[in-house]
């Protein structure tokens, strides 16, 4: 390290970064994992300094000189900053990078980053020394000249035009992006030359004209930036009232990519005013030593941060991350609303659900004949995958057409709306018993739905198998056939839990896929849309079209879900066919129906054994359907509201002594829905 900084001296005007790298790489721990051993070679370096003043000094100038040789704006302005390309094209760009990395420039200062931090974890290091060692360190080099020779003076006078250009470039974009017509139509309440996303601009333009006569030596006292940092304010209150809004009108991929964008600008731009802005002035020396201590701490949290997003500029988790959490709020919002329906709250409503789902059963014990029937075709494996498809999805989108319940399609739903019960970030804050009550209710309802499909699913197939055998003097199925539907709900001696798994997986698909619908007939305005289509009018006339342009807009994600979830559960056992692995779907429903089917198929020549590892089988794999959807629909709907739930365990304790204390709650609702206040046992006044 010491004969490293001896080099150094021995040309401090020096613009090459070899003798930087060398000092980097002295500093950078040997051994990634121990990141901690930096904070040994940083205090090393500090000490070093102290000991030795003029290295500090040409230590001090030759990085003020890398510097001002350097073009800067492009590192203030572009990394950790997404590009203006779009999501799709910067997921590509990194995806391209990281395969084959684009070529470097050393005269600009982000490339030169490239080669003085190459390794991706770098900024774990940095990181790990605390900020307090890292001030000393500057706090050496910036004292190691109390008086600033002239080319000093003109290094640091470069690097403060690098970052006035920046920030001038950070204002325009933030005026492009906030007057694009996709987030004047979500909130269109901003008028075009009122935006604030304009008028910071024109603040910005009149703090920059006078900080540059400031700098011409004009002694005209220099304003702050309070003005400008007041309207950027304003620009993010309205950046958060276009979030609250998509919530209600849906959003899209460009949409959020151009929100998290804004937001990047709007951070760095009040970063970099903090470090140039000279604010009130103050002679105390108090208030200097505070300025600059505040400075510094800015300056460093940027630095590490720069440095961060510039190891991580090619990584696509990131890409998502960013993105993703509002598209998916927006999903898991719709479908918020949707799993309203599914939670019963008294016995009506808990009827209501019986019937609801007593339906679904009765067309589904149709579905499960129909397949059997489809599979006797012996058609090729793509042309049955397409009309065991067609099967589910057309009985799917009927059931939902007729407003029945399909009780495995709730988890997906329900796990939303207890996620939008959970407000607080992190986890505190958080009303336990109503949580408490309201699992409650998701249990029962789940209860009496699976309740509802089995009870009717079970008897119609029954006696359509026997009806078929009655009619025509032979079983509807072989008793291979019969045996071979008994060992595919095995949960012993087959992969039914396993398959039962993929299902959940499936249910927790067409839930995010029938939020996705949703929030996109929001977006678009269905609704209007179909109103406009004239052959449509000419077809159906404008009333009716009317009232389908409605119901697209309200059910299109119900009708998309149960439609790709068909197309799922149709598909996955081919694909596992084609591709020689043991991938099938199991569905509680339809394990219930082929056990009926299997029965009759036998003569009812079944052992009390087979029955109850049957009826267990059925059981166990609406459990697994059930928990896989839930956890899946759950996770994604807390990471999609960027909660952190640590109440797990007061949770649970809360559910215990709720079912010890009232356990025919978990089954049968009271009578009428019970007020907060009955809830806790005191008479509403």
């Known amino acids: 390290m010491l004969h490293t900084l001896e080099k150094i001296s021995a040309s401090p005007v020096n613009a090459e970064l070899d003798l930087l790298i060398e000092l980097v790489k002295a500093i950078r721990p040997k051994k990634r994992e121990a990141p901690e051993l930096a904070i040994t070679n940083v205090r090393t370096l500090t000490h070093v300094l102290q000991q030795h003043p003029h290295h500090a000094a040409t230590l001090r100038h030759y990085l003020l000189h890398l510097l001002s040789v350097r073009r800067q704006t492009s590192l203030y302005t572009d990394i950790g900053i997404l590009s203006n390309d779009g999501f799709f094209s910067e997921l590509h760009r990194r995806i391209a990078y990281r395969i084959l990395p684009p070529a470097l420039d050393d005269r600009y200062l982000p490339d030169c980053l490239e080669k003085i931090f190459p390794f991706n974890t770098d900024y774990v290091w940095m990181r790990a020394v605390p900020s307090e060692d890292w001030s000393a360190l500057f706090d050496v080099l910036a004292q190691a000249d109390?008086?600033?020779?002239?080319?000093?003076?003109?290094?640091?006078?470069?690097?403060?035009?690098?970052?006035?250009?920046?920030?001038?470039?950070?204002?325009?974009?933030?005026?492009?992006?906030?007057?694009?017509?996709?987030?004047?139509?979500?909130?269109?309440?901003v008028k075009a030359f009122e935006s604030p996303f304009l008028m910071q601009n024109v603040e910005l333009h009149r703090y920059l004209d006078g900080y540059m006569r400031h700098l011409n030596g004009d002694a005209t006292p220099l304003e702050d930036a309070s003005h400008v940092l007041v309207m950027l304010e304003q620009c993010q209150e309205v950046v958060k009232k276009i979030r609250n809004s998509t919530l209600r009108l849906g959003t899209s991929i460009s949409v959020t990519y151009r929100l998290v964008r804004l937001d990047?600008?709007?951070?760095?731009?009040?970063?970099?005013?903090s470090l140039v802005d000279v604010g009130t002035v103050d002679t105390s020396a108090s208030a200097s030593v505070s300025a600059i201590a505040g400075k510094r701490s800015i300056g460093l949290e940027l630095g590490l941060e720069l440095i961060e997003a510039h190891n991580r500029k090619y990584t696509v988790r990131?890409?998502?991350?960013?993105?993703?959490?509002?598209?998916?709020?927006?999903?898991?919002?719709?479908?918020?609303?949707?799993?309203?329906?599914?939670?019963?709250?008294?016995?009506?409503?808990?009827?209501?659900?019986?019937?609801?789902?007593?339906?679904?059963?009765?067309?589904?014990?149709?579905?499960?004949?129909i397949k059997i029937l489809f599979s006797y075709l012996r058609a090729a494996p793509l042309v049955e995958a397409f009309l065991f498809s067609m099967n589910y999805s057309l009985g799917f989108m009927f059931i939902h057409v007729l407003h029945f319940t399909v009780a495995t399609k709730q988890p997906a739903m329900t796990a939303s709306r207890i996620a939008a019960g959970l407000h607080s970030r992190d986890g505190r804050n958080i009303d336990l018993d109503s949580l408490t009550e309201l699992i409650v209710k998701v249990i029962r309802t789940q209860f009496v739905a699976v309740l509802g499909n089995l009870s009717i699913a079970f008897p119609v197939a029954y006696l359509l198998a026997y009806g078929y055998f009655l009619a025509s003097g032979h079983h509807f199925v072989t008793p291979d056939k019969a045996q071979h539907l008994l060992h595919d709900i095995d949960p012993f001696s087959s992969l039914a839990l396993f398959h039962a798994a993929i299902a959940g997986v499936c249910l927790f698909l067409a839930g995010l896929i029938s939020g996705y619908y949703d929030n996109k007939a929001l977006y678009t305005r269905m609704s209007q849309r179909v109103a406009r289509a004239r052959w449509l009018n000419s077809l159906l006339g404008k009333a009716r079209t009317a009232r389908l342009g409605d119901y697209l807009e309200n059910?299109?994600?119900?009708?998309?879900?149960?439609?790709?979830?068909?197309?799922?559960?149709?598909?996955?056992?081919?694909?596992?066919?084609?591709?020689?692995?043991?991938?099938?779907?199991?569905?509680?429903?339809?394990?219930?129906?082929?056990?009926?089917?299997?029965?009759?198929?036998?003569?009812?020549?079944?052992?009390?054994?087979?029955?109850?590892?049957?009826?267990?089988?059925?059981?166990?794999?609406?459990?697994?359907?059930?928990?896989?959807?839930?956890?899946?629909?759950?996770?994604?709907?807390?990471?999609?509201?960027?909660?952190?739930?640590?109440?797990?365990?007061?949770?649970?304790?809360?559910?215990?002594?709720?079912?010890?204390?009232?356990?025919?709650?978990?089954?049968?609702?009271?009578?009428?829905?019970?007020?907060?206040?009955?809830?806790?046992?005191?008479?509403?006044?």
């Open 264 to 273: 990047q600008h709007l951070d760095r731009l009040r970063k970099l005013l």
């Open 555 to 685: 059910g299109l994600g119900g009708l998309m879900g149960n439609f790709y979830f068909g197309i799922l559960l149709g598909t996955i056992g081919t694909i596992g066919f084609l591709i020689g692995l043991p991938i099938d779907i199991r569905h509680i429903t339809f394990s219930a129906t082929n056990f009926a089917i299997a029965l009759v198929g036998l003569d009812h020549a079944v052992s009390w054994g087979v029955i109850a590892v049957s009826g267990f089988g059925v059981l166990a794999i609406g459990t697994v359907n059930l928990w896989v959807s839930f956890s899946l629909a759950l996770f994604v709907a807390l990471r999609s509201r960027q909660v952190k739930f640590r109440h797990g365990w007061p949770l649970l304790k809360s559910l215990c002594r709720r079912f010890l204390k009232k356990p025919v709650d978990f089954f049968i609702p009271p009578k009428t829905a019970q007020l907060p206040e009955q809830r806790n046992g005191v008479e509403p006044s």
């Open 146 to 189: 109390s008086e600033l020779p002239d080319p000093e003076r003109i290094d640091e006078q470069k690097t403060l035009t690098e970052l006035l250009l920046a920030i001038q470039v950070l204002s325009y974009r933030i005026s492009a992006i906030g007057i694009e017509p996709e987030l004047i139509r979500i909130y269109s309440d």
């Open 318 to 369: 990131d890409l998502f991350a960013a993105n993703i959490n509002l598209l998916a709020r927006n999903i898991t919002e719709n479908a918020s609303r949707t799993g309203e329906h599914y939670i019963a709250e008294d016995r009506r409503e808990y009827a209501a659900m019986y019937r609801s789902a007593a339906g679904a059963g009765f067309i589904i014990g149709f579905m499960s004949m």
